[in-house]
């Protein structure tokens, strides 16, 4: 590998928004025929790095290679013309478009379809992907569309792929399936980078690692020569254990009751079937299950963001008295005392709004508690302050929009927000997607902080290794149902696996 040519040379690679520097000086090879692995923390540079080499960026400083010759990357079909494709966590479809229509879009030259349809076969079965071109989008699950994404690329000619935390939203099975793809381009010859948080993916899948750290790039290794800790310490710059605590569960009381919940979406298919658990406060609930088995319609039940045909949802007061919360709106679920907070999985979309800065998104929260006409603006600023500090948001300044922040400093400002409110029941989805480990575990030991204070915590999350140490419980769903409630502690991710995808076991309820 050494004596090849790198497919890509990144020499002194600078880039600043504002105060911050994302890229300083940046060194980096690619090459082909391996699987590169770009680490590093929120905030580091990664995603930057790679959008000035897949042209949404331009370098302040530096010079871009492809093969030995030095190239200027302007925009997106410059990089396309060059062999370079990125995948990004948020794709780029029409719903209304087959595959096949979406994967030959804005090319040039007059369209046929059927000669398209074709090639697209071509390539899912010279790399074991599975797409069917004629199917549309809005029919397609997560995964699905994400092959379509890299397939996209793969049409326009990309030798050179980018994938920015592609199994951010899959399963372990379509992992395995993606990760099995990614073999098969990395043994035809391509060069694969991938942007990735979690390390025995890493160590699963690459060959080689690289690390950033805040805007410089630290070092790359074989990834046979290292290991998750060598690679946290690196990304971070001191050790980090890489143990999640979990103290005991605080005087467990029945906080959120939930029994008999069934809920249809807007085109009538049954999402939660006859739903019965309990959520104790003192305690962390972790909710299990494949993407789209009904967690996020679970959790906006309970928030009073779902509409209900039958069941119900009370909240438990401490001397245990109830309030039934279907039939309230959000706001009314507030005004009558229950102190709930939502993370929810759409950061952007339903949880902050990116056009406003880091405090007027605080004052969301807020703003109903002004006097008069008057609405409070130095508490909100000042708990944006708090938590930009405590939480490590990188920012140029807590006036910056939202949208301008990456992904993982978007979810520290979601998640710092809601656990300020101090509530009594707080309801995660996905809270550390997207965040390095350094980050993430910030985000265990804020929960354990919520449980150890009496909060019922009801943590939906993707990462089984995760749910098996954070959770006293653990509640898994499967097609609507609830296949089991287990113990976190002692239970074993392979039979977690298997309730998650056949109904089967027992509930301890």
Request: proline share 4%.
């Amino acid at each position: 590998m050494d004596n090849k040519t790198p497919a890509v040379k990144m020499r002194n690679i600078t880039k600043t928004f504002g105060s911050v520097v994302a890229n300083d000086k940046v060194w980096l090879d690619i090459y082909r025929g391996e699987i590169l692995a770009l680490l590093g923390e929120n905030g580091s540079g990664k995603t930057t790095l790679m959008n000035m080499l897949s042209g949404i960026y331009f370098p302040d400083k530096g010079d871009i290679s492809i093969d030995g010759k030095e190239v200027v990357i302007r925009s997106p079909k410059d990089a396309f013309d060059l062999g370079i494709g990125m995948i990004h966590q948020h794709f780029k479809l029409v719903d209304v478009l087959s595959a096949a229509e979406n994967i030959v879009l804005g090319l040039p030259g007059k369209l046929d379809l059927k000669a398209a349809t074709a090639k697209i076969r071509q390539i899912c079965d010279a790399y074991g992907f599975e797409v069917d071109p004629k199917q549309k989008i809005y029919d397609m699950s997560v995964s699905q569309k994400q092959t379509v994404e890299i397939v996209k690329v793969l049409y326009r000619g990309a030798d050179i792929l980018i994938l920015d935390e592609p199994t951010a939203v899959l399963t372990p099975q379509e992992t395995d399936k993606l990760f099995a793809v990614l073999r098969n381009m990395r043994d035809d010859g391509k060069a694969v980078v991938i942007i990735t948080h979690k390390m025995h993916e890493v160590e699963a899948l690459s060959d080689r690692v690289a690390v950033l750290r805040q805007g410089q790039f630290i070092g790359d290794m074989p990834t046979k020569t290292t290991n998750a800790q060598e690679m946290t310490n690196m990304m971070v710059g001191h050790p980090v254990v890489l143990n999640i605590d979990r103290p005991d569960p605080v005087d467990p009381r029945p906080r959120i009751e939930v029994k008999n919940l069934t809920v249809r979406n807007i085109d009538g298919i049954v999402k939660l079937d006859d739903v019965s658990f309990t959520a104790n406060s003192g305690e962390i609930l972790g909710i299990a299950g494949i993407s789209g088995c009904g967690q996020k319609e679970l959790l906006e039940a309970i928030a009073g963001l779902q509409r209900v045909e039958s069941g119900s949802i009370s909240y438990i007061e401490d001397d245990g008295s109830r309030e039934e919360l279907i039939g309230k709106d959000p706001l009314e679920i507030q005004q009558m005392g229950v102190s709930l907070s939502f993370v929810p999985e759409d950061r952007l979309g339903m949880g902050l709004v990116g056009n406003m800065d880091l405090a007027d998104n605080m004052m969301l929260r807020s703003f109903r508690r002004g006097r008069g006409i008057f609405t409070d603006r130095k508490s909100p600023h000042k708990l944006a302050e708090t938590v930009v500090h405590d939480l490590e948001v990188v920012t140029p300044s807590v006036e910056t929009p939202v949208r301008r922040l990456s992904g993982g400093n978007v979810q520290k400002v979601l998640v710092g927000r809601e656990i300020a409110e101090a509530p009594k029941v707080l309801l995660t989805a996905y809270a550390v997607r997207g965040l390095d480990i350094n980050s993430s575990y910030t985000i265990y030991d804020l929960l354990n902080k919520q449980k150890q204070a009496g909060v019922a915590v009801v943590y939906v999350g993707e990462d089984l290794d995760v749910l098996l140490e954070l959770a006293d419980r653990i509640l898994v769903l499967c097609g609507g149902k609830v296949s089991g409630i287990v113990p976190g502690r002692g239970a074993k991710k392979r039979d977690v696996g298997l309730m998650m995808t056949r109904l089967g076991g027992k509930t301890d309820e």
